[in-house]
């Protein structure tokens, strides 16, 4: 009976009639890692950078570029993407930034936009160097001719040396990419440029796709294979990934903003102007300072643009014969030759093939009438106030007008009354009372004088 019993409790059910605590857990566990295993399992999105570059290509652009493909590397992004809009820039910087892109790990696509955009010259270069070359409709890229570094026109041997270096480039990059190598010299060689449609369907082409805007750039890329430069393939996932921006920061925006040949400008001439003011008037310290501050500050912007220094010269030039008009009789000579220099110097100060890298006529004009007519009337003041006699001290005591109080024997002493005052005086020859005199020297509290018919004696 009590085996009976035994097994008998062995299959009765449990109170209640549900499931044990361990079959219910056992349960969960199991349908949990049914429905979590696959998203465990799945991949995290993608990531894409996108970084805005819209200026010219000098080094503060290039900091910029190679700080976004240092940081697209170090949080593994599926893909950099470069929006460019720029007219040029220096040919070292865009070494430097094509280098950097070369050997990035990143996968970089450069995408000329929005609508209406260029990349010329620079641009073109950093173009075809990308993994991914894109433009939007209405761009352009091409007109990659080279120009002088500081600006002034190169001899017909330099510049074809500069036209064959940066050609064989341009092969290099387009090679590379397997692009059309023909073209990419030609933008070189005779600064042509394509349009969107042209640079598509050219054979072999010399971008590779255009797109609307970045998110019809991202779903055209994903799942495309693209070849790298040192030949390796890599098929792009981009579809639902994260999309972050990454901006200039505050000093590259500042740098950024100051290297522009308009800014430039305006800071040579304050500076300029500034430290004249100082030297007329010394201890007034805020024109200096000031002064100083844009001087350093347009030598700074002179590094990163295509400055030509004879231009420099000629603005010199003109501001030395300025104030030398207001000191040399010239009948306006000097004038006119000082404003011709200014006006001449400002319009070759950026000699460069872009609108972009030249300093606008429409500033140039007035500044240049500013600064001549500012100098002018500073020097004006400053020759006057040295004409201008002294009223205080011993020097302002020379050539004042008195009347004789007492008589003035010759070589003796008599008083005289002077501004008011009542002074020893003597005299070379004998003076009566009540005669004008006239000041002519000071030893101490004694006056010299001299007989004066004509003047009277001023009053304070």
């Known amino acids: 009976m009590a085996a009976m019993q035994r097994r008998g409790v062995r299959h009765l059910p449990r109170a209640g009639g549900g499931p044990g605590p361990l079959l219910v857990l056992a349960a969960a566990v199991i349908a949990w890692l049914t429905v979590a295993a696959p998203v465990l399992a799945a991949d995290p999105p993608p990531s894409v950078l996108v970084a805005h570059v819209d200026t010219l290509i000098h080094p503060v652009s290039a900091e910029f570029m190679v700080s976004a493909i240092e940081r697209a590397d170090a949080g593994g992004a599926a893909l950099l993407v470069f929006v460019l809009e720029t007219p040029g820039g220096l040919v070292e910087s865009t070494r430097t930034i094509v280098t950097r892109m070369l050997a990035a790990k990143t996968p970089i696509a450069v995408f000329v936009a929005p609508s209406g955009a260029r990349a010329a010259s620079a641009g073109f270069l950093i173009t075809i160097a990308a993994d991914v070359a894109a433009m939007a409709p209405g761009t352009h890229i091409g007109a990659a001719h080279p120009v002088s570094g500081q600006g002034e026109q190169m001899d017909e041997t330099t510049a074809a040396k500069a036209a064959a270096d940066v050609a064989a480039y341009a092969r290099t990059l387009a090679s590379g990419r397997r692009r059309n190598v023909e073209w990419a010299e030609q933008a070189v060689r005779q600064s042509r440029a394509f349009t969107e449609q042209e640079a598509l369907t050219a054979t072999p082409p010399l971008i590779d796709l255009v797109a609307a805007d970045v998110p ?245």
């Open 216 to 460: 019809d750039l991202l779903r055209q890329l994903d799942g495309r294979e693209i070849r790298r430069f040192d030949g390796s393939s890599r098929t792009l996932r981009t579809a639902n990934a994260t999309v972050s921006t990454m901006d200039l920061t505050f000093r590259q925006r500042v740098l950024g903003t100051l290297a522009h040949p308009n800014i430039a400008y305006i800071l040579l001439s304050l500076g300029v102007l500034g430290l004249t003011i100082e030297l007329w008037s010394p201890g007034a310290v805020l024109p200096g300072v000031v002064g100083g501050i844009c001087l350093l500050l347009a030598f700074f912007t002179f590094q990163v643009l295509p400055v030509n220094y004879a231009g420099v010269l000629l603005i010199l030039l003109g501001l030395t014969l300025l104030i030398l008009e207001v000191k040399v009789t010239s009948y306006g000579v000097l004038a006119v030759g000082g404003i011709t220099s200014l006006l001449l110097g400002s319009m070759i100060l950026m000699d460069a093939p872009t609108p972009e890298l030249q300093v606008s006529l429409s500033l140039i004009i007035p500044v240049v009438l500013a600064l001549a007519a500012i100098l002018i009337v500073l020097v004006r003041l400053a020759v006057q106030s040295q004409r201008r006699r002294s009223v205080t001290g011993t020097s302002g005591m020379l050539d004042l007008a008195g009347t004789a109080m007492t008589a003035i024997p010759a070589g003796g002493d008599g008083r005289v009354q002077v501004h008011g005052e009542i002074w020893t005086a003597r005299s070379s020859g004998a003076i009566a009372p009540g005669e004008a005199v006239r000041v002519s020297g000071v030893a101490g509290l004694v006056l010299t004088v001299r007989r004066d018919s004509v003047s009277k004696e001023l009053t304070p």
